[in-house]
């Protein structure tokens, strides 16, 4: 039964039917009322919480692509699709809000898939004083579009020729496995597109 705050929105089949089973009135009234007050209020804290969590959780993905796009991936630009970064993010509070020890027990392996070849980016802990519970795979995916490849072998054959002339565009799609490290529960897979 869902008890709601007066008493013309009050299901009347309901009432009508606790009141056939020798429930008085009087109480119903009551008991509804009290039900009002008890339902809790969403906790707005949690929620500006969770939201300066996920922030952080995105500049951390967003730092991991600047430091690799030179690095680990020869290139000067790494283009990201929009709000991708932060989807991936709340995918991974999503993930992390059953473990023990939530997101600070997590560690987090980046990898990009460039050609059905998985080349690994880097290893973010999110808390290095707490004992890793599960460790998520990251698996961003280079857009396949051919007007890129095109347009870096005119450039790599002129005078503009550099080794990191090259742009890296992601597509919008992504793999989270979740790997849990004490328990025999499988893996879970996400699909982002």
Not at 59 to 81: A, D, F, I, W
Not at 104 to 116: S, T, Y
């Amino acid at each position: 039964m869902v008890a709601t705050g007066s008493l013309s929105s009050k299901n009347p089949a309901c009432i009508s039917e606790l009141l056939d089973c020798g429930y008085h009135p009087e109480s119903l009234l009551s008991d509804f009322d009290y039900w009002d007050y008890v339902v809790p209020e969403p906790n707005l804290n949690e929620v500006i919480f969770e939201e300066s969590t996920c922030q952080n959780l995105v500049k951390m993905l967003e730092n991991c692509l600047s430091k690799s796009k030179q690095t680990k991936l020869g290139c000067s630009k790494v283009l990201v699709p929009e709000k991708l970064t932060q989807r991936i993010a709340q995918d991974v509070l999503r993930l992390s809000s059953t473990e023990p020890c939530g997101l600070r027990g997590c560690v987090m392996h980046v990898n990009l898939e460039i050609e059905n070849v998985c080349k690994k980016l880097d290893r973010i802990v999110c808390d290095s004083s707490v004992v890793p519970t599960f460790e998520l795979t990251l698996v961003f995916k280079q857009e396949n579009c051919s007007w890129t490849s095109f347009r870096d072998f005119f450039f790599s054959k002129g005078r503009f020729s550099s080794g990191f002339r090259r742009t890296l565009i992601l597509s919008s799609g992504f793999r989270l496995v979740k790997k849990k490290l004490y328990s025999l529960i499988g893996t879970t897979v996400i699909e982002g597109s």
